[in-house]
């Protein structure tokens, strides 16, 4: 598996993406710079995606929501686990229910 690094700054990834659209292909760029030819081609694609240049795919915007709702909706589940296993615990303590009954 390969390491990962840094992230490359926006401003770097900008300047490839200006390059490119100047008409380096970004084969050559990576033989110039560090970055991939695929990553310097998904750099391209997603600021075309940013600026509506291509209607297809999720804009940065809606990628960086799409993983905070993601995030919410993983703790979210967790406390409702936590919470129903709780409600069954206190249930049994209480004797509300008899021991064994609980699906948990």
């Given at each position: ?27 050559e760029?990576s ?58 615990w206190f ?14």
């Amino acid at each position: 598996m390969p390491k990962s690094h840094r992230p490359y700054a926006p401003e770097f990834r900008r300047q490839m993406v200006d390059l490119v659209r100047a008409g380096r292909t970004p084969e050559e760029l990576s033989r110039e710079f560090e970055p991939t030819a695929q990553a310097i081609s998904n750099w391209v694609k997603q600021a075309d995606c940013d600026e509506g240049r291509k209607p297809e795919g999720a804009t940065s915007a809606e990628r960086q929501e799409l993983s905070r709702l993601r995030r919410e909706n993983r703790v979210l589940r967790q406390e409702r686990d936590i919470l129903a296993k709780a409600a069954a615990w206190f249930a049994r303590e209480t004797a509300v229910i008899p021991p064994g009954s609980s699906s948990s």
